[in-house]
């Protein structure tokens, strides 16, 4: 089901010429699943931003990404996020994440190249950037958690 939704989602990018038809080679990746309240659950490769420069750099200059890929930005310790669009060139879905995996707030289709800061509510462990509106399709809210080793997999 969730290659079915990520390929309507893909077709929806391409009709808005967001995707074009080749993939870039990509850096580091690592698998990563988000868990609704639904009981749904929706997986994604993303690149890791872990050093101070990838995450300065982050999706900077890129013109496309895969309907299932993104970016996860996992820090030292949990505090407040701030981020902003600099020489990001595709509308991103923000989600930032709290030290026990659960999402601590969403923002959506965040236009590129601002430099407006957008923050996270509360302290957060790692920001994950997906393609703008994919948090909506699918239906992620706060609250659902995301599942990755470098994130803690506690419940509650």
Request: glycine residues 8%.
């Given at each position: 089901?969730?290659k079915?939704?990520?390929?309507?989602?893909?077709?929806?990018?391409?009709?808005?010429g967001?995707?074009?038809?080749?993939?870039?080679?990509?850096p580091?990746?690592?698998?990563?699943t988000?868990?609704?309240?639904?009981?749904?659950?929706?997986h994604?490769?993303?690149?890791?931003?872990l050093?101070?420069e990838?995450?300065?750099?982050?999706?900077?200059?890129?013109e496309?990404?895969?309907p299932?890929?993104?970016m996860?930005?996992?820090?030292?310790?949990?505090?407040?996020?701030?981020?902003w669009?600099?020489n990001?060139?595709i509308?991103l879905?923000m989600?930032?994440?709290?030290?026990d995996g659960?999402?601590?707030n969403i923002l959506?289709?965040?236009?590129p190249q601002?430099?407006?800061?957008r923050?996270?509510?509360?302290?957060?462990k790692?920001?994950?950037e997906?393609n703008?509106?994919i948090?909506r399709?699918?239906?992620?809210?706060?609250?659902?958690?995301?599942?990755?080793?470098?994130?803690?997999a506690?419940?509650?």
């Amino acid at each position: 089901m969730m290659k079915t939704l990520l390929a309507a989602f893909a077709l929806l990018l391409v009709a808005a010429g967001s995707v074009p038809a080749q993939e870039a080679a990509q850096p580091k990746t690592s698998d990563l699943t988000i868990e609704t309240a639904a009981g749904k659950s929706f997986h994604f490769t993303v690149e890791l931003a872990l050093t101070p420069e990838q995450q300065q750099r982050g999706l900077m200059f890129r013109e496309k990404m895969a309907p299932d890929a993104g970016m996860l930005f996992v820090f030292d310790q949990a505090g407040p996020q701030a981020f902003w669009m600099k020489n990001t060139l595709i509308p991103l879905d923000m989600i930032f994440i709290r030290t026990d995996g659960t999402i601590a707030n969403i923002l959506e289709k965040v236009p590129p190249q601002t430099l407006d800061p957008r923050s996270s509510d509360g302290p957060a462990k790692a920001v994950l950037e997906l393609n703008g509106g994919i948090a909506r399709f699918l239906d992620i809210r706060p609250g659902d958690r995301v599942v990755h080793p470098l994130i803690a997999a506690t419940k509650g």
